[in-house]
């Protein structure tokens, strides 16, 4: 079979902001990089690509078409990889190619965080375990990003030829590190910020699962122990307006700013003091990883992906999803203990570096890529 590989995801947008420096591996190594997922984004290190039309929903009808689509351009491709992503996307890629499969093509599906988890809606487990259970009999290496869904698979998921853990899809430590206080004041000042300001940050689209609602319940209460503190949201989504509504009802508009969608985060989170996330449900988040790169410590809410990169009082808390007190003394305390503040967030940007930057990442990708490339050796990324 010919060197080539085909990306799959449910949106393209997934490979712009997720794949990219592994994309450009590949094509060091000499391969061609096909790439399928719903959008028109024109993608890097990208020989050809397909616009599918997969929705997110399993219920979607759509989803037949996609399906149609997507099997037509692996029957037609001859790839001797197809790695595969997202719920959707892992499951119309691996139905789609079990005749290539049959033909010697390797099949790799990255779970990005189960949606059947500890906690997690029944619905969720009704739909997506019993699919994910019957798939994982026609995938070659399934990878994921935490040790709670690794130990999982190995239970569950047996089927699957190969099961792996990797610390998720890397951090770029050079576009996100820390900047010098003095910085912080005059960038601070840029965004039209008090130099004193502190800054509490969060990039996510704004629905039920990201719960941003907590982090305004938990502002309210330090409005008056904390005055400078600022909450800066970076997102967009279908609650936006609820949340905007609801921080002006807890009389803590002015201390909460709502971005919109941005795409220059790394100049924005240095200059923040720590990272807060209120998601219910994570696998790996960037958005605390970048936090930590900037060595800010992180406040979380406590689920299997926070708890993955949040140790307890080494570089931030996680904390319970229905406690919003506790939540807010964490907060207050790290303003009011400045050294307490840097040095979780030294620590935090030290986890990073040792474990989830991407160099580290492309090491243990690369390994399982070599698998399936038949390479003895791997070259030196060429972008470092």
Same mark, same amino acid.
């Given at each position: 079979?010919?060197?080539?590989?085909?990306?799959?995801?449910?949106?393209?947008?997934?490979?712009?902001?997720?794949?990219?420096?592994?994309?450009?591996?590949?094509?060091?190594?000499?391969?061609?990089?096909?790439?399928?997922?719903?959008?028109?984004?024109?993608?890097?290190?990208?020989?050809?690509?397909?616009?599918?039309?997969?929705?997110?929903?399993?219920?979607?009808?759509?989803?037949? *078409?996609?399906?149609?689509?997507?099997?037509?351009?692996?029957?037609?491709?001859?790839?001797?990889?197809?790695?595969?992503?997202?719920?959707?996307?892992?499951?119309? !890629?691996?139905?789609?190619?079990?005749?290539?499969?049959?033909?010697?093509?390797?099949?790799?599906?990255?779970?990005?965080?189960?949606?059947?988890?500890?906690?997690?809606?029944?619905?969720?487990?009704?739909?997506?375990?019993?699919?994910?259970?019957?798939?994982?009999?026609?995938?070659?290496?399934?990878?994921?990003?935490?040790?709670?869904?690794?130990?999982?698979?190995?239970?569950?998921?047996?089927?699957?030829?190969?099961?792996?853990?990797?610390?998720?899809?890397?951090?770029?430590?050079? *576009?996100?590190?820390?900047?010098?206080?003095?910085?912080?004041?005059?960038?601070?000042?840029?965004?039209?910020?008090?130099?004193?300001?502190?800054?509490?940050?969060?990039?996510?689209?704004?629905?039920?699962?990201?719960?941003?609602?907590?982090?305004?319940?938990?502002?309210?209460?330090?409005?008056?122990?904390?005055?400078?503190?600022?909450?800066?949201?970076?997102?967009?989504?279908?609650?936006?307006?609820?949340?905007?509504?609801?921080?002006?009802?807890?009389?803590?508009?002015?201390?909460?700013?709502?971005?919109?969608? *941005?795409?220059?985060?790394?100049?924005?989170?240095?200059?923040?003091?720590?990272?807060?996330?209120?998601?219910?449900?994570?696998?790996?988040?960037?958005?605390?990883?970048?936090?930590?790169?900037?060595?800010?410590?992180?406040?979380?809410?406590?689920? *299997?992906?926070?708890?993955?990169?949040?140790?307890?009082?080494?570089?931030?808390?996680?904390?319970?999803?229905?406690?919003?007190?506790?939540?807010?003394?964490?907060?207050? !305390?790290?303003?009011?203990?400045?050294?307490?503040?840097?040095?979780?967030?030294?620590?935090?940007?030290?986890?990073?570096?040792?474990?989830?930057?991407?160099?580290?990442?492309?090491?243990?990708?690369?390994?399982?890529?070599?698998?399936?490339?038949?390479?003895?050796?791997? !070259?030196?990324?060429?972008?470092?």
């Amino acid at each position: 079979m010919a060197n080539k590989i085909l990306f799959c995801a449910t949106v393209d947008y997934h490979f712009k902001a997720f794949h990219l420096p592994y994309m450009e591996w590949l094509k060091n190594q000499g391969w061609q990089v096909d790439v399928a997922a719903s959008g028109k984004i024109d993608l890097p290190y990208t020989d050809n690509k397909y616009d599918i039309p997969i929705r997110r929903s399993p219920f979607n009808k759509i989803n037949l *078409r996609a399906y149609q689509k997507l099997k037509n351009v692996i029957d037609k491709g001859d790839y001797s990889i197809i790695h595969c992503h997202t719920p959707m996307g892992g499951v119309l !890629t691996r139905l789609a190619a079990r005749d290539a499969r049959k033909q010697g093509a390797k099949v790799i599906y990255t779970a990005h965080g189960f949606h059947f988890c500890k906690g997690a809606p029944l619905i969720s487990w009704l739909v997506y375990y019993p699919i994910e259970k019957y798939l994982s009999k026609v995938t070659d290496t399934l990878i994921t990003i935490n040790i709670e869904d690794y130990r999982f698979a190995q239970k569950h998921m047996s089927k699957a030829k190969k099961i792996e853990h990797v610390h998720g899809v890397g951090v770029d430590t050079e *576009r996100f590190k820390p900047i010098t206080e003095n910085n912080k004041s005059e960038m601070k000042k840029s965004f039209g910020y008090g130099p004193d300001d502190f800054l509490l940050f969060y990039a996510a689209e704004f629905n039920k699962n990201k719960n941003q609602q907590f982090l305004l319940e938990s502002l309210a209460l330090i409005k008056d122990d904390v005055p400078n503190a600022h909450l800066v949201l970076a997102g967009e989504g279908q609650l936006l307006e609820r949340c905007r509504l609801l921080s002006s009802n807890l009389g803590i508009s002015h201390m909460v700013t709502f971005l919109g969608f *941005r795409n220059d985060i790394q100049q924005i989170l240095p200059m923040c003091d720590i990272g807060v996330a209120s998601s219910l449900r994570e696998g790996l988040p960037v958005n605390i990883m970048e936090a930590m790169s900037c060595a800010l410590p992180v406040v979380a809410v406590d689920n *299997r992906g926070h708890r993955e990169l949040v140790q307890n009082n080494k570089n931030g808390w996680t904390v319970a999803s229905d406690d919003t007190k506790r939540f807010a003394n964490k907060i207050k !305390t790290l303003a009011n203990v400045p050294d307490l503040k840097n040095k979780l967030g030294a620590n935090g940007r030290e986890i990073i570096l040792k474990r989830y930057s991407t160099r580290k990442v492309l090491i243990e990708k690369s390994r399982i890529y070599r698998i399936y490339m038949n390479r003895e050796e791997v !070259t030196e990324w060429a972008t470092h």
